[in-house]
């Protein structure tokens, strides 16, 4: 069967994500640590959308520029319709990380095409571009993305810029236009389109607020152009085609997703310092988690983490045989001391910064690993983007498949693996730091309260 959509997504979680958007849509779908080879996708010929896992989000341009061809390259030869570059929904990126822009030259380069379909919005996850500027909600409020009081000072990449067009700017030379909501509620987008291409518009933003828009943008996409269409964004690209593939007939209206079982015990790790995944570690402590402090310092010297690591293993394996759930985390929120303490250490070696997070998302898999094969406990959780990416990689998981829903944007998957068996099946909720309800880890572990 030729897939209706291909996709890579630049972090691990947000490669979940839209597994998670097509999978409970009806689309069945699987998402690969590589692109796969046809031996294995013989396996699934049920598959409709291919999706590949990747770290992007985290890399330089060099790396970008030398690694996104060939994976490019494999999702084209799949025939797809429509082969997706999949970024944050909240657009963070810069010149130097992440950049959406270098990503977007490559792709172009790759799957030619007559223009580019930049959808970001996704209001079920509350984010919104309107006239071309990005809004994404946090408490109560949302906020435009250069105000937003998580992202505006985002550690690695703090957006400062909510104007997607002016924000890709600095990113790439393709000019960006708009495919604003005052164009598509009068019904004139196609003739907005034709405007923008005449202009010389390669990369076209189009406004996401509403069902409505979300609908039209997802015909917009997915009638694309001449030959298969590249396109770059959130899982609003999938909550768009899903829409406009509804409404044509081409997925069933309607589709009832599984639902989440409990299961009696949990463990958690989490490498994200956002505010959001701190008020969930309070709330999970509150609830009954022990919690237990992962030294991120000690990633700065192999045989302090190494320590560190057995440290935690056997203080978690002993929680867990008192029959506790567990969440192991290397911080609590951005204003932590740990990262002082951190920043400290790496500032007294030649170590970088992105190689000692690399170390530290490895070692937190190392750690989920060894739970599993020692506990064989049915599911862990693991939050943080780069930090799912590093723990699935060390757990030698090749794939993953949507189990049941959890929260937007974190469903729960089973990680798929010939390499150990006593690895393969595990249930994997991966965590951006921004998603989820305050008592997520304990949803984790009892399924979506209500």
Known sequence: MTPLLTFYGDDFTGSSAVMEVLSF???????????PHTDILSQYPELQAIGVAGIARSKDPAWMRANLPPVFEALKRFGAAVSHYKTCSTFDSSPKVGSIGVATDVGARAFGGDW????????????????GTLFAGFGSENHRLDRH???SRHPVTPMGEADLGRHLSKQTDLQVGVIDLAA?????????LQRCLSEGAKILAIDVVDDETLAEAGRLTWQGGAGPVFTVGSQGVEYALVAHWRAQGIIPAQHVPPTLHPVDQIFAVSGSCAPTTAEQIDCAEAKGFKILDFDAASATDPQRLAAEVHRVRLASLALLSDGHDVLATTARGPDDPSLVR???????????AGDVNDRLGAALGQLVSAIRQQTGLARVAIGGGDTSG???????AEALSAVAPLAPGAPVCRLHTRADATIDGLEVTLKGGQMGEPDFFTQAKGGPQT
């Open 184 to 192: 598509i509620k009068a019904g004139t987008a196609q003739a907005a």
């Open 390 to 396: 590093h723990a699935l990689t060390a757990l030698g």
């Open 342 to 352: 951190m920043a400290e250490a790496i500032g007294k070696t030649s170590v970088s």
């Open 25 to 35: 849509a009806g689309v069945p779908t699987m998402l690969f640590m590589e692109p």
């Open 149 to 151: 009081p998580v992202m």
């Open 116 to 131: 580019i379909p930049l959808v970001v919005g996704a209001p079920a996850i509350r984010r919104y571009q309107a006239f």
